[in-house]
């Protein structure tokens, strides 16, 4: 098993410190920088693109799907967790709603290999299983041109990160 993390680039609503959930929001500047630079990266990378189908997600998987000619898998189990502060207003998610789509993705999807471009709370959630709560943190509050990388074979388990 080898599967690229990938969080979305910085959106304007990020830079306002404000949560999104399933609003849109444009990349800021420094974001288009970080679209490009994880662009850049994946160059020749011939894996499957799995996608949340938020826009500041799907904009990033098209293109690296565009650049390598790779097959692009589209889903709303890769979404951010809905919140109650974010539209729409009167639906939301807790945080163990969004921990069982992760499961429902991995079950239904049997990933082993390839590029996955999500948020930061199903990232997290993701690397849950690989990770104690301290080192969770510390990885979730990594910059976002940083690609997280699990590698899971039968004696050992690992995850790094590339700074791009």
């Known amino acids: 098993m080898k599967i ?24 800021t500047e420094n974001g288009k920088k970080q679209f490009e630079k994880i662009l850049k990266f994946f160059k020749g990378f011939k894996e499957d693109i799995y996608t949340s189908d938020l826009d500041r997600c799907l904009k990033l998987a098209k293109a690296i799907s565009k650049q ?25 998610e807790t945080e163990n709603d969004a921990k069982k789509r992760v499961i429902k993705f991995f079950k239904e999807y049997k990933v ?11 990232i ?17 509050a990594s910059p976002r041109d940083t690609i ?11 995850i790094n990160r590339i700074r791009v």
């Open 4 to 27: 690229y993390l990938v969080r979305h680039p910085e959106t304007i609503r990020n830079e306002e410190d404000k949560i999104t959930g399933w609003e849109d929001s444009d990349y």
């Open 68 to 92: 390598n000619n790779s097959k692009l898998i589209v889903t709303g189990l890769l979404r951010e967790q809905n919140f109650k502060e974010t539209l729409p207003l009167g639906s939301f």
């Open 112 to 122: 082993e290999k390839g590029i996955i471009v999500s948020h930061a709370g199903l």
């Open 124 to 140: 997290k959630e993701i690397m849950r299983d690989f990770l104690d709560e301290d080192e969770l943190k510390e990885h979730v």
């Open 148 to 158: 997280f990388v699990i590698e899971r074979n039968k004696k050992t388990k690992s």
